[in-house]
């Protein structure tokens, strides 16, 4: 069940109720605010309409014993496909892009009769991440529909899509989830967590069900504890930062640590709003540093309990003691 977005459910059902369904939807928002998950949702009644038995009620949610939104939850119909990117090694690390021989492959969808209705559906989440071959191929699809072909595309950032893409889509905005949105989700999907848990969850997602859960089980509490008591108090003795460093400078921290290198940007730059004149340049040229770090220890494999010393060393200088 989706939670939030009612405004755009309700576009696309005045759409489809009025017979005038355009053959592309570009879905556009921060990531992980649920855009592919509204996809799944929109292509599954679609298609539960379109095969029968008929679904009474307004909205885009498919009853989960309807046949259709069985054999979509077991990755089996037909008529549908998702692109996204692929695992590239065992170690189930993505791929940089979705590729041209994966659009290509849609070539044997269009190729043949639909199989259980009028209707087919392709999801691409995300077109961000197609390489530019690939986008060309998709766009002469989108140029010429395939007949009864429906594409539901997802991106985070449709500034950087070609033009041509974006001219032959219609647009339809995400924003971000309330507070209360969030707490219902979270809860709905974590229901073991501690209340205490579910709050941090709501702060780090900012919006974002996808980046809270993506957080889930990482005691996400318990780090921003810490970063609060740099920023209010410093690390006069270095107690904190050794103990920070200590708990995510092993291997087997890595999914926290990796939190934490999220999470310290995020927190600089919400303080750095509530400053001003010298203050916030100063916060903001701390943000500018952490986010590099952030950036680039992963990926350059720097050493974990040195990087997370010296994040914590850029967040004792938010402290009230750290002024000149």
Same mark, same amino acid.
């Given at each position: 069940? *989706?939670?939030?977005?009612?405004?755009?459910?309700?576009?696309?059902?005045?759409?489809?109720?009025?017979?005038?369904?355009?053959?592309?939807?570009?879905?556009?928002?921060?990531?992980?605010?649920?855009?592919?998950?509204?996809?799944?949702?929109?292509?599954?009644?679609?298609?539960?309409?379109?095969?029968?038995?008929?679904?009474?009620?307004?909205?885009?949610?498919?009853?989960?014993?309807?046949?259709?939104?069985?054999?979509?939850?077991?990755?089996?119909?037909?008529? *549908?496909?998702?692109?996204?990117?692929?695992?590239?090694?065992?170690?189930?690390?993505?791929?940089?892009?979705?590729?041209?021989?994966?659009?290509?492959?849609?070539?044997?969808?269009?190729?043949?009769?639909?199989?259980?209705?009028?209707?087919?559906?392709?999801?691409?989440?995300?077109?961000?991440?197609?390489?530019?071959?690939?986008?060309?191929?998709?766009?002469?699809?989108?140029?010429?529909?395939?007949?009864?072909?429906?594409?539901?595309?997802?991106?985070?950032?449709?500034?950087?899509?070609?033009?041509?893409?974006?001219?032959?889509?219609?647009?339809?905005?995400?924003?971000?989830?309330?507070?209360?949105?969030?707490?219902?989700?979270?809860?709905?999907?974590?229901?073991?967590?501690?209340?205490?848990?579910?709050?941090?969850?709501?702060?780090?997602?900012?919006?974002?069900?996808?980046?809270?859960?993506?957080?889930?089980?990482?005691?996400?509490?318990?780090?921003?504890?810490?970063?609060?008591?740099?920023?209010?108090?410093?690390?006069?003795?270095?107690?904190?930062?050794?103990?920070?460093?200590?708990?995510?400078?092993?291997?087997?921290?890595?999914?926290?640590?990796?939190?934490?290198?999220?999470?310290?940007?995020?927190?600089?730059?919400?303080?750095?709003?509530?400053?001003?004149?010298?203050?916030?340049?100063?916060?903001?040229? *701390?943000?500018?540093?952490?986010?590099?770090?952030?950036?680039?220890?992963?990926?350059?494999?720097?050493?974990?309990?040195?990087?997370?010393?010296?994040?914590?060393?850029?967040?004792?200088?938010?402290?009230?003691?750290?002024?000149?």
């Amino acid at each position: 069940m *989706l939670v939030g977005h009612d405004g755009q459910v309700a576009t696309l059902r005045q759409a489809v109720d009025s017979g005038r369904l355009h053959h592309a939807w570009l879905l556009t928002g921060p990531e992980g605010v649920g855009k592919a998950s509204f996809a799944i949702a929109a292509a599954t009644r679609l298609l539960a309409d379109a095969a029968g038995p008929p679904i009474h009620g307004e909205g885009i949610e498919t009853p989960e014993n309807h046949p259709i939104a069985h054999y979509i939850r077991a990755g089996s119909h037909p008529d *549908l496909r998702i692109l996204e990117r692929l695992a590239k090694d065992k170690r189930d690390d993505l791929a940089r892009s979705i590729t041209i021989e994966q659009v290509r492959s849609l070539q044997g969808l269009f190729a043949t009769t639909a199989s259980l209705s009028a209707r087919r559906i392709v999801i691409i989440d995300s077109i961000d991440d197609l390489e530019r071959s690939a986008a060309n191929a998709l766009l002469k699809n989108l140029e010429e529909p395939p007949a009864g072909t429906l594409f539901f595309l997802v991106s985070h950032v449709p500034g950087r899509l070609l033009p041509t893409i974006r001219s032959r889509c219609r647009l339809l905005r995400f924003g971000r989830l309330s507070e209360e949105q969030m707490r219902r989700l979270l809860r709905r999907h974590l229901p073991d967590q501690p209340a205490a848990e579910i709050e941090a969850l709501i702060i780090a997602g900012d919006g974002s069900p996808g980046r809270a859960l993506s957080f889930a089980g990482l005691d996400i509490a318990a780090l921003d504890e810490a970063i609060e008591r740099l920023i209010d108090q410093g690390d006069p003795t270095n107690a904190i930062r050794s103990t920070l460093a200590r708990q995510l400078g092993t291997r087997t921290a890595q999914a926290r640590y990796e939190a934490y290198l999220d999470r310290v940007p995020a927190r600089i730059a919400a303080e750095a709003r509530r400053r001003e004149g010298a203050a916030l340049a100063s916060a903001v040229a *701390l943000w500018e540093q952490a986010r590099r770090i952030g950036e680039s220890a992963v990926r350059l494999s720097l050493d974990q309990a040195t990087t997370t010393f010296e994040l914590a060393t850029l967040l004792t200088r938010l402290a009230p003691s750290a002024a000149p």
